[in-house]
């Protein structure tokens, strides 16, 4: 890009993996739906500068499996007598295209020092990272977790900042960040990520996956998209108006105005995603730090426990969205669905720890091992799947040992048990739910709080997130 090539929005991904085996088909898949998104809203290639693992390397950096592609003997095989980890797996070189290079802090440095300068004030820079994360190295600093780069290199939230602050004034960002540990860039609003050293006088705002102590989901190898369920799934479909097979969604166009707003977007995947994700924007982020409940020394403060029914009336469309659309996902009612939200939690925490305190071989496992052992009687040779016998079931005798394996009388309930470990794993993603629920009630609360308090400039500076949160996708 030359350095007279101007434009209102300029468009920096970051993606892939740290190393091969850590370089997910998800995160190639990610950056590719994401393109399509912005060639549907006719943002030229131009305009966008990618970065992906190791860049032009011609080397095999992605990790890959295709489920349907691997026959249904070795499928049950590895299911009953080896392991189903990395079935099926292979390498391959990524096909991500119009990529400027690898996910080196040189790549990215380079481009803040000679792209970043070609913008002018009033245009934006949007910035996507869909990669691996870490939590932070320092107890004393926990926010400044880090985006993993290739080589394992890593680019925290102090050095993005800093990267930041040189674009040149009246450069606004808005950032959409999918990796573990996302939340500490949320702080990348105050000075140094720290907000002892004040606000930014530049306008950002992001949306992240989940908050800074915690994994994200996502990150597979499978290159079944119909699988994903990570973040920006959610986010870009939104956005586009269908999902990553083409098919459409319900716009969530909570305010009427005919568009779908970044803060749209957000407020669509907390009700969609059914994840371990606890997403966050800069907004709720700002108000956990600049707001607070009433208590004791401020009375004339909103309380934590506000009925239901005047946390809505304060609502926007958006926060009115997820309010009533979790409340119905988690049978919540009545005036004092904070206090039930906050039974549902400690409820489902206890029921997770008693589940995982002293567990018994569960029920699935011992079917497992009944119908494995069942089928070693006919084929004794299974005890050693190198043995010629073995490699004939998995090959010239295959439709044999599935048909062993599919009419054994276990084998349905087996079936039946291993669905309901599936649905113990929502039980998780209920709880989050639940969180959700509570975090979007009090940031509500806390938006209100906020005026009442009376800090002239934090409202300012939170009206200025708002307002960027609020726009859209391109011009």
């Known amino acids: 890009m030359s350095a007279s090539s101007f434009a209102d929005d300029l468009y920096l991904t970051i993606g892939g993996g740290y190393a091969p085996s850590e370089n997910q088909a998800s995160l190639e898949r990610n950056v590719l739906f994401s393109q399509r998104v912005l060639a549907e809203k006719k943002i030229s290639p131009k305009l966008q500068s990618v970065f992906f693992a190791d860049g032009d390397a011609s080397g095999a950096d992605l990790q890959v499996i295709d489920r349907k592609a691997i ?9 009953f007598f080896g392991s189903q980890t990395d079935l099926g797996l292979s390498y391959r070189n990524h096909r991500v295209p119009h990529i400027q290079g690898g996910t080196s802090l040189s790549n990215i440095r380079r481009w803040f020092k000679t792209v970043g300068p070609t913008m002018q004030s009033g245009d934006r820079l949007f910035l996507y990272v869909t990669s691996h994360g870490s939590a932070s190295n320092s107890r004393s600093q926990p926010y400044n ?19 930041l602050d040189g674009l040149p004034e009246g450069v606004s960002v808005v950032a959409v960040m999918v990796q573990c540990h996302a939340g500490g860039f949320a702080r990348f609003i105050y000075n140094e990520g720290n907000p002892e050293r004040g606000l930014s006088t530049q306008p950002r ?39 990553r097979l083409n098919q459409p969604v319900e716009s969530p166009d909570y305010n009427g105005d005919g568009k779908v707003s970044f803060d749209e977007a957000h407020a669509y995947t907390l009700l969609s995603s059914d994840t371990i994700d606890l997403p966050i924007s800069t907004s709720s982020e700002f108000l956990s730090i600049e707001s607070r409940f009433q208590s004791d020394q401020d009375p004339e403060l909103l309380p934590r426990d506000l009925d239901y029914d005047e946390v809505l009336e304060l609502a926007t469309p958006s926060d009115r969205a997820v309010l009533e659309g979790l409340s119905e996902q988690l049978d919540l009612s009545g005036q004092e669905r904070l206090a039930q939200a906050e039974r549902l939690k400690n409820d489902r925490r206890s029921q997770r720890r008693g589940r995982y305190r002293g567990r018994p071989e569960d029920p699935a496992s011992r079917l497992r091992r009944q119908i494995a052992g069942d089928l070693k009687k006919r084929w004794p040779e299974l005890a050693n799947l190198m043995n010629p016998v073995s490699i004939e079931l998995l090959t010239t005798r295959s439709e044999d040992f599935v048909h062993a394996v599919e009419v054994h009388p276990e084998y349905s309930r087996y079936r039946e048990l291993t669905e309901s470990e599936t649905n113990e794993l929502d039980a998780r993603e209920q709880l989050v739910k639940v969180e959700r629920f509570i975090l979007a009630t009090e940031n509500v609360i806390l938006r209100e709080n906020l005026v009442r308090i009376g800090d002239v400039d934090a409202i300012s500076h939170f009206q200025r997130i708002v307002e960027n949160e609020s726009c859209v996708l391109g011009n």
Request: aromatic residues 12%; proline residues 4%.
């Open 71 to 79: 026959p249904t003997a070795n499928q049950l095989m590895a299911e």
């Open 145 to 163: 977790t880090s985006i993993s780069l290739w080589n394992n290199e890593r680019l925290d939230v102090v050095e993005l900042v800093k990267l």
């Open 205 to 243: 705002c992001g949306f992240f996956a989940t908050v800074h102590d915690r994994p994200a989901a996502g990150c597979t190898p499978d290159v079944d998209e119909a699988t994903y369920v990570e973040y920006s799934t959610y986010f870009w479909e939104a956005i586009a108006g269908h999902n």
